[in-house]
């Protein structure tokens, strides 16, 4: 199974620059976006009706053109959740999460935290609500897989100038701390699984002084899946010759069916 991920910065923007021609020529089993930044309406509707694939979209309820998620599939998902149920992380139209018999696929473009104070600890607290969601389906038997933009370089091997940018959202102690939480709580970056000493793969670059011509740039966009899914992952790459957006695509592909969930026991040993 194959799954893309890409912020495309805006989807109307990213049809002009070709998106409907590279979506038709990766042809992937699942493709999320994030930053979409149009209503449902004014997606037109060959693109949100893809050849092939259902859609699903959450957009941003606060703010026009702001936000928005979503994910084409051409695997029937029993349910779909437009956020984690708590109004205030829910109205920025950040969330579209899949439910399947044994998984749960989440696109997400998480919180950017460089605003202000009360952003950041907006951020922190958006991914504390994500955790708590995904650890609630780890307990219910249920896989979690979750691309998107994290909006954090968790190592400095994930960006090109460390630091320089020590101080500075998507960057700080306290957001790399939390990535470490998430992954000391049993969830596994995709992409270092495969290549943990592969430098310079960046995802995003500024459009400021030839950053992406000179590749400096920062790993924001992930794929992580729950531990149990480790052994499935068979590829695990980033895209950055596609050139339609600030960020470029990711993708993920993981051998199907997938093995039950490990359970811990007491002691921490696997049952």
Known sequence: ????????????????????????????????????????????????????????????????????????????????????????????????????????????YFPNGAKNDERLDYKLRFYDAFLENSLMWI?????????????????EIDIARPQENEGNSGFLPIERAWLDKYVESGFVDSFRVLHPTQKNAYTWWSNRA???????????????????????????????EVMISDHCPISIELEVPFPPIMKQAPQGEVV
């Not at 599939?73 to 139209?93: C, R």
């Not at 219910?140 to 909006?151: I, L, S, W």
């Not at 992406?212 to 966009?221: K, T």
Request: aromatic residues 12%; charged residues 20%; hydrophobic residues 35%.
């Open 1 to 108: 199974m194959v799954i893309y991920s890409w912020n495309v910065n805006g989807i109307r923007s990213a049809i002009q620059k070709g998106f409907a021609e590279w979506f038709a020529k990766m042809d992937p089993d699942i493709l999320c976006l994030q930053e979409v930044r149009a209503e449902n309406e004014q997606i037109p509707d060959e693109i949100r009706n893809f050849s092939g694939y259902a859609s699903y979209w959450t957009a941003g309820q606060k703010k026009k053109g702001y936000s928005g998620v979503g994910i084409y599939s051409k695997i029937q998902p029993e349910s779909v959740n437009h956020g984690f149920g708590i109004k205030e992380f829910d109205e920025e139209g950040r969330v579209v999460q899949l439910v399947f018999p044994d998984w749960v696929l989440n696109s997400i």
């Open 139 to 155: 307990s219910h038997g249920k896989h979690v897989v979750t691309v998107g933009d994290y909006n954090t370089c968790h190592k």
């Open 210 to 240: 030839n950053a992406r011509e000179n590749n400096v740039g920062w790993r924001l966009d992930y794929a992580f899946v729950d531990e149990s899914l480790k052994g499935c992952i068979t590829n695990a790459s980033v895209h950055p």
